[in-house]
């Protein structure tokens, strides 16, 4: 049994999930005093953290057995990502679960800039002041919005800002420009076309390279009246400029949801009358809150199990040498692996990888997750991605990569498990930016999302088949949450029946007695 201790608070639905776990020990250390905590943590094969839990030298000094780290949120200011490398310990974040949060506070703060709303309410309601006169504004309609970092939320915010009618110019050097031009938006390289915008806002992790991005020598080439937005990261914008170009009027306005040192209850920007500032809510709305701890619980559980580390940030493939769409393939091809494994259980002779069109230049990479996947069911935690293809030599394992043109989609991954008496294809794609999908299975197509319980059921294509299957989990009351199918030529089909309940070998054993069946696995992702 694995243990995951969960450090700081997360929406109730994130403990639901993991507590149903039965292969899963939690610990509740919400409540824990941080010193307290450290004596807990040898426990763990993997910790939530949120901004809370510092984890630093003594955080991972603690962690004897630690695997994974899951920060539930897209910040990891307060994780010591190369010590927990040298450590052995996978970091991860959840980066996408607040995105329409801060997209939307990002919204509040771009309309108050224009308009000052919380001025004129607190005007009105403590003071008690009617003076229509003094609250004159901008409207945002006609005027250019420059959006620098053109990820999730840059995006999200540009679709909002071309539906008020702005025009939006682009600012991101690790995104193809059509990214940006498609949604109706201008793409720039050089940066002083956003320095001329009449607004500007901040969509960029915080780094070396993005720190102090807007300091005085930009924003001595910003129009006189720009107005700022930050509800990024405390750091971006040069705090010291800020306040002094907000005293000047050189910026109008400025909206701040984020600070270097927090709280920042404290801050001389406080002061300001051309300032609206809030404690850090970009992520909170009770939506948010929710999605993320259902995607910090799910990567904690896969995690836990060794099927796949989501969102990684320290795996051997850096992340920032690769373009946003490889990322959800990452985790696809090592979840499309270990459910082949699941489907065939003989010992494996041979791991085949075929990476068809975009994501072909990057096929022996993703070898390395596809070996982990499809050994993870056998050698558990002795395998990893650092030694993965070792291990695979080792135990006498053929592992190869194969590129191909595309054929039908614009990136696809094929992983074969062959084994001593058969041979098992899985494959899948990505739609959208991370909406993962396997389409194939053993040449039958098929589409589903690789999450949950499932049957996979091979049979010959005859009347009945589907009211045998369900008729017989209906009387085990094991509900039918999906039904997916798939035929060939040669007269036989193949099902996915994803179930809410786990499936036992009685039960597997009757589906596998019925006279149409050829085959029935039960696997879960």
């Not at 049994?1 to 250390?29: R, S, W, Y």
């Not at 969102?311 to 051997?316: D, F, I, R, S």
């Amino acid at each position: 049994m694995k243990t995951i201790i969960v450090c700081d608070a997360i929406h109730p639905v994130g403990f639901e999930i993991l507590n149903a776990q039965k292969d899963i020990k939690v610990i509740d250390a919400v409540e824990t005093p941080k010193d307290e905590l450290l004596k807990l943590l040898p426990e763990a094969d993997v910790a939530i953290t949120r901004s809370s839990t510092e984890c630093g030298e003594k955080f991972i000094n603690a962690c004897s057995n630690l695997k994974a780290l899951v920060r539930a949120g897209v910040g990891v200011d307060n994780v010591d990502i190369e010590g927990c490398s040298k450590k052995g310990i996978i970091v991860m974040n959840v980066p996408t679960a607040n995105t329409i949060a801060a997209v939307e506070m990002t919204m509040c703060h771009l309309l108050n800039s224009a308009r000052k709303y919380v001025n004129s309410v607190n005007d009105l309601q403590k003071n008690k002041t009617w003076k229509r006169e003094k609250w004159y504004g901008n409207e945002l309609y006609g005027k250019t919005l420059g959006i620098i970092g053109f990820g999730n939320i840059g995006s999200r915010v540009c679709v909002r800002a071309l539906a008020f009618g702005m025009k939006v110019v682009a600012y991101d050097p690790y995104i193809d420009p059509s990214k940006a031009t498609d949604l109706g938006a201008t793409y720039t390289t050089n940066f002083d076309d956003i320095l001329a915008c009449d607004f500007i806002t901040i969509h960029t992790p915080k780094n070396k390279e993005t720190v102090n991005m807007i300091d005085e020598p930009q924003i001595a080439k910003m129009k006189d009246g720009v107005r700022l937005i930050n509800c990024a990261r405390g750091g971006l914008y040069n705090e010291d400029a800020l306040l002094k170009n907000l005293k000047s009027g050189k910026i109008a306005y400025a909206g701040i949801d984020v600070f270097v040192k927090e709280p920042g209850n404290a801050h001389p920007l406080l002061d300001l009358e051309n300032v609206s500032a809030t404690p850090h809510l970009g992520a909170n709305t009770y939506e948010s809150q929710r999605n993320i701890a259902v995607d910090a619980a799910e990567q904690a559980i896969s995690a836990a199990r060794g099927i796949c580390y989501p969102n990684a940030l320290n795996l051997p493939i850096k992340a920032e040498d690769l373009p946003p769409f490889v990322s959800p393939f990452v985790e696809l091809t090592s979840k499309m692996a270990y459910f082949a494994a699941q489907l065939n259980k003989r010992p494996i002779k041979a791991i085949k990888l075929e990476a068809e069109g975009e994501i072909a230049a990057y096929a022996n990479s993703m070898l390395t997750f596809a070996i982990v996947g499809a050994l993870k069911e056998t050698l558990g935690e002795n395998i990893n991605y650092v030694n993965a293809k070792f291990i695979a030599d080792e135990k006498g394992v053929e592992a190869s990569a194969v590129t191909l043109p595309a054929s039908g989609y614009k990136s696809k991954i094929t992983v074969k498990i062959i084994t001593d008496s058969d041979a098992v294809s899985v494959s899948g794609t990505v739609f959208g930016e991370t909406e993962q999908r396997i389409v194939g299975i053993n040449g039958f197509k098929t589409d589903f999302k690789p999450k949950g319980k499932m049957v996979v059921f091979k049979n010959r294509d005859v009347p009945g088949v589907i009211s045998d299957i369900s008729s017989r989990l209906a009387a085990e009351k094991i509900n039918i949450a999906d039904f997916r199918l798939g035929r060939d030529e040669n007269g036989f089909a193949l099902a996915v029946v994803l179930v809410d309940n786990e499936i036992n070998e009685k039960i597997l054993g009757e589906l596998n007695a019925l006279e149409t069946c050829v085959w029935a696995h039960y696997a879960t992702l």
